[in-house]
């Protein structure tokens, strides 16, 4: 058996390499995006692996090629599948799988942190003690247990990080569309999401993105915010509307927000843009503002999560090539 893996990062290797020993698979890997122009190396192999932000481009003819070519899965080592024509590669008789749920710590520690970071004004004292300037007025921070933490998308993630800040003495609500019954020893449901932001102190964003949450976050949104409130987003940037956001943050209607997704985060996250002047307005506006964080869409890149999503995907293409079911199919 052998299978090919596509994007393969540095960081992916060691976790590779001791799959394959372990289970006796020959895995080579390679840098490239999977595109019509790349994917006639899967030539030999009987099975492959993607993990891309890009679409994968081309037409319903493309998937039918794949499958000519001996493929019968395509895999994908991320929860998203939104860079595959589902349909398409569905009719032509591939079975596509994700990896829907890598780590949700990894992404539930990333909001926890990221409110530590704002509620103890770190990045407002980095600035200071930048300039020499070792003053505390102004900058007292409230304690976790004094807080109320709004979940807006009580999922898998933020499920999780319902779980943490309730360990960590946070008074925790949610607003979700589905109820999860299980939760409700360490969250209290609301009934909207105004009720949600006119009560939060800190509203961390973890729902997926589809129709109903896309812009969930808009000016109007904003204003029912606390003043003194913080908003967090790391579940994809088209949910909060960044112009309304940077317009809120400049009228002090919010106190300070932490992104590590961003409406077109795509042309600048994980890449060296060093020396260039950004050409993105909103995004540059964000990184001057002393109360943002801005991270390039790390909340999953941590070593559970990444060795989770290599282990998971493979065992799921060996399970297809050997005629059996996967749970993870889309
Ligand atoms: P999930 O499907 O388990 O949970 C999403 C929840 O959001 C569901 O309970 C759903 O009912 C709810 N929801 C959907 N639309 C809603 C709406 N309009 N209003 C209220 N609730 C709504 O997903 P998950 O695995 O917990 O992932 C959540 C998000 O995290 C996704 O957007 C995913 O893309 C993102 N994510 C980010 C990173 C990162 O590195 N920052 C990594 C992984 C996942």
């Known amino acids: 058996m052998k299978i090919l893996m596509y994007s393969v990062r ?23 995006e999977f595109h019509p122009d790349t994917a006639q ?14 679409a994968i481009g081309g037409d319903a003819t493309f998937y039918q090629q794949l499958v000519a070519a001996g493929l019968t899965q395509l895999t994908s080592r991320t929860a998203g599948v939104d ?6 590669a569905k009719a032509a008789g591939l079975t596509v799988t994700n990896v829907p749920a890598y780590s949700p710590n990894s992404v539930a520690e990333m909001a926890v942190t990221q409110t530590m970071r704002l509620i103890r004004n770190l990045e407002l004292f980095d600035s200071r003690v930048s300039q020499q300037n070792f003053q505390w007025a102004g900058l007292q921070a409230r ?9 807006i998308g009580a999922g898998r993630i933020g499920g999780t990080v319902a779980k943490l800040f309730h360990g960590l003495g946070a008074k925790v609500i949610a607003y979700d569309v589905v109820r ?13 999401k105004e009720a949600l932001l006119r009560q939060a102190d800190v509203v961390t964003l973890h729902v997926d993105l589809n129709a109903t949450s896309e812009a969930l976050i808009d000016a109007a949104a904003l204003k029912l915010m606390k003043s003194d409130a913080f908003i967090i987003n790391a579940s994809r940037g088209p ?4 112009a309304a956001l940077v317009a809120a943050l400049k009228a002090g209607e919010i106190a300070g927000a932490a992104l590590d997704t961003v409406e077109g985060e795509a042309a600048l996250f ?27 869409h790390i909340g999953f890149y941590t070593n559970l999560a990444v060795q989770n999503m290599v282990e998971i995907s493979l065992n799921d293409v060996v399970t297809i090539l050997n005629g059996g079911q996967t749970e993870h199919a889309c």
């Open 10 to 32: 540095d960081d992916e290797e060691s976790a590779i390499k001791a799959w394959a020993t372990k289970n006796k698979v020959q895995v080579d890997t390679n840098e490239l």
């Open 41 to 54: 190396l899967v030539n030999g192999y009987d099975g492959v692996v993607i993990q891309q932000r890009s």
């Open 83 to 88: 860079t595959i024509d589902l349909p398409a």
């Open 143 to 151: 304690e976790i247990r004094s807080l109320t933490v709004g979940i």
């Open 180 to 192: 999860h019954a299980d939760l409700e020893p360490v969250l209290t449901y609301v009934d909207s």
């Open 239 to 242: 949910v909060i509307v960044t």
């Open 270 to 296: 994980n890449q060296n843009h060093q020396g260039e002047v950004l050409q993105d307005p909103l995004i540059a506006q964000l990184m001057q503002m002393p109360n943002v964080i801005l991270t390039p």
